[in-house]
């Protein structure tokens, strides 16, 4: 079964850091670009980071740049965001999406269209 589940999510203070994880389960993920969306409550769902399929490019939104940090290891068939010096507007329910790549290459663009999502997981920053 084709899945993506993502961990690490959870409440945490503002300037605090949360780690998440990005398991692939029955394809294989070094075939894939992997990115990182986020949707507030009430709020449109945005991209937030990409990783190409090698880990040669990756590519953030202006609002976490020198903040988030995304990386992946496709050994273990995850891909990590991790997030430090959160602020209480990146609270929002974050998902990973793939997408097959034939080019070590990732862009941040709504008008990419992902093949598979995770069911997502809720961080809250909040003091």
């Known amino acids: 079964q084709l899945q993506l589940v993502e961990s690490g999510g959870g409440l945490v203070q503002p300037g605090g850091s949360l780690r998440l994880s990005c398991a692939a389960s029955?394809?294989?993920?070094?075939?894939?670009?992997i990115g990182w969306f986020r949707q507030a409550s009430g709020k449109e769902r945005e991209g937030v980071s990409c990783?190409?399929?090698?880990?040669?490019?990756?590519n953030y939104a202006e609002s976490v740049k020198g903040r988030f940090a995304i990386s992946r290891d496709n050994a273990k068939a995850t891909v990590y965001l991790q997030m430090n010096s959160l602020e209480p507007e990146d609270t929002a329910v974050y998902y990973c999406?793939?997408?097959?790549?034939?080019?070590?290459?990732?862009?941040?663009?709504?008008?990419?269209?992902?093949?598979?999502w995770g069911r997502g997981t809720q961080v809250t920053v909040s003091s």
């Open positions: 990783i190409s399929r090698r880990g040669g490019s990756r």
């Open positions: 999406a793939a997408v097959y790549a034939v080019s070590d290459m990732c862009v941040l663009s709504p008008k990419i269209r992902y093949d598979y």
């Open positions: 029955g394809f294989t993920l070094g075939y894939y670009t």
